[in-house]
């Protein structure tokens, strides 16, 4: 399948890679099918298939935030047809703001690879915020 896209034209995607988020992401609730691209790993974009302007910054948290951690509760398991925690990618979206990489650890992703389900979620944990800058990244956005 071809699909346009702002920054990278058109571009060919298998329709067995397309991600389902069934209540789509808050704010693009209308957007339910997106695709991950590689960029520089371990950065990737999270992108829209419907919507050629919406994508992504993401990674998984682990390799900058090595303490990170998370419980997934039963309920979102159980929406998302999580049996195997194998089956499991937790993603953040970055952003930029105040000159600095963010990553969003207070929202993380929830990825189901085996059945291509995803939901973000909204942490209760305190210690996480919305905007936490990225220790590898935010001197080179400084210096940019």
Known sequence: MKINTTRFGEIEIEDAKIINFPLGIPGF???????LLDYKDPIKWLHAVDDPDIAF????????????????????EQFLEIT????TVVLVILNVADNRLNANLKAPIIVNISKLKAAQIILEDE????????????????NA
């Open 29 to 35: 609730a209308n957007l339910k099918r997106y695709i």
């Open 57 to 76: 910054i993401v990674t998984e948290p682990f390799s900058f935030f090595p303490d990170y951690s998370l419980t997934i509760e039963d309920d979102v």
């Open 84 to 87: 195997d925690a194998a089956e």
């Open 127 to 142: 210690r996480y915020s919305f905007r936490v800058p990225v220790p590898a990244f935010s001197k080179e956005v400084e």
